[in-house]
């Protein structure tokens, strides 16, 4: 059974940093892009980061370019998502996800077949 556990949410203050970590289990995800997705309260579920497994090739959204940095851990099967310099609008629940995508920046939520159940970070102004 695959499964995506994040971890590190919690609540800081604008201009802090944050580590999320995202366990994988239950497969290989070497063939696999990694992902990083997130959704503010009525707001749809948008694009931060991604990461081809093998290459370790990296993706973000314009919104967060310069200030996070994802990355993996081959060993640990682990994801992380840096986090500084955080804004309030940065607020939102934090998803993990891994998938096949066809193109390149994988930013659709269609891209992703695999999801953890989120967590959530709030940056206080």
């Known amino acids: 059974q695959v499964q995506l556990v994040e971890f590190g949410g919690g609540l800081v203050q604008a201009g802090d940093s944050l580590k999320l970590s995202c366990a994988t289990s239950g497969r290989t995800f070497s063939d696999y892009t990694m992902g990083w997705f997130r959704q503010a309260p009525g707001k749809e579920r948008e694009f931060v980061a991604a990461i081809r497994w093998s290459a370790g090739s990296t993706y973000y959204a314009d919104s967060v370019k310069g200030r996070f940095t994802i990355s993996r851990d081959n060993v640990k099967n682990t994801v992380y998502l840096q986090m500084s310099s955080l804004k309030p609008e940065d607020t939102a629940v934090y998803y993990c996800?891994?998938?096949?995508?066809?193109?390149?920046?994988?930013?659709?939520?269609?891209?992703?077949?695999?999801w953890g159940q989120g967590t959530q970070v709030t940056v206080s102004s």
């Open positions: 996800a891994s998938g096949r995508p066809y193109t390149y920046p994988p930013v659709s939520r269609n891209d992703f077949n695999y």
